[in-house]
């Protein structure tokens, strides 16, 4: 395929005003969040405890409380998240709020119906999902966002979440958002996010990463570089091996059926132009069986 025709822009169709189903096996998610670096692969080397930062200026600047008060500088910075554990319970999160949170920003739920939330069976509900989802609230709530106005001395500090609350004893949860940044879960540009694909893809964080990022994309999108698919996964390798990584997790996405593309080349830097993209959770996972 001639690279350079798929490089002529493509109209963006808007997904706004669309009805979505949601449900535990899938979540509505703001593509900021999914085109961006702040749920990554995270290897057996990667420092967990560090915090990384994050300019994400151009992502966030159209949020209600940049708007109201001017700021137009926004960071994110806290422990680096995973896909395989702490994307689910940012689902959860969303899915939690979304349903009980616009009339208060603390909900208290069981551990069960929390979990559940998260695409989670009831058949997992023991002693070591209660530790994993207790260490991703912990992660998840590490995040700080810090908006800043540029040249002035004003800026606000807040959090993806600002407490997270797991009771053993009780067995229940308490969740508290910031009521500053609801529109956070529901900027107009939403994307349907299947928890389900993602379980098709165990173990597999680098091609989960490039699902989140690839479902995001609009109708018939320019070929994707590489380079910017090493930006949003972060890996800590060197090029070749995060490029041989990422051809990997793109032949996986098309072995469970999920997009249809090709790899092509131009001035010393690999694309991947695709074809199709079966968003449709059924067809993706029918497809994958």
């Known amino acids: 395929m001639d690279l350079s025709e798929k490089l002529l822009p493509a109209e963006q169709e808007p997904l706004n005003g669309q ?3 949601i449900n535990s096996a899938t979540s509505v998610q703001p593509n900021v969040l999914l085109r961006t670096g702040v749920f990554t692969p995270v290897g057996r080397r990667t420092n967990t405890n560090e915090l990384k930062a994050m300019d994400l200026s151009q992502d966030l600047v159209h949020l209600e409380i940049c708007q109201k008060e ?4 926004v960071a994110v910075k806290g422990q680096r998240l995973n896909v395989e554990t702490d994307f689910k319970i940012w689902c959860g999160i969303v899915l939690v709020f979304s349903k009980y949170g616009y009339a208060s920003n603390i909900v208290k739920l069981s551990f069960g119906e929390f979990a559940k939330h998260c695409g989670y069976p009831s058949r997992r509900f023991d002693k070591n999902l209660r530790r994993q989802i207790g260490g991703s609230l912990e992660r998840i709530q ?40 609801w529109d956070l879960y529901n900027l107009d540009y ?8 993602l379980d098709k ?29 090493r ?3 972060r890996l800590e390798t060197s090029k070749k091996e995060a490029n041989r990584k990422i051809k990997n997790g793109i032949k996986k996405l098309e072995s469970i059926g999920y997009i249809k593309g090709d790899f092509a080349v131009r001035n010393g830097e690999q694309y991947y132009l695709i074809g199709q993209r079966y968003k449709k959770l059924d067809a993706a996972v029918s497809s994958g069986k």
């Open 70 to 73: 001017g700021y137009d500088s």
């Open 190 to 197: 939403q994307v349907l996010v299947s928890l389900r694909v």
């Open 231 to 233: 930006e949003r996964l």
């Open 19 to 21: 009805l979505l189903q």
């Open 201 to 229: 893809l165990p173990r597999a964080e680098v091609a989960q990463c490039l699902y989140l990022f690839f479902t995001s994309l609009p109708n018939n999108p320019h070929p994707v570089s590489f380079e910017r698919l």
């Open 142 to 181: 590490s995040q700080s966002l810090t908006f800043r106005r540029k040249n002035a001395e004003k800026a606000v500090h807040t959090g993806m979440l600002l407490r997270a609350m797991y009771d053993g004893e009780e067995d229940v949860v308490e969740l508290m958002a910031d009521t500053t940044l």
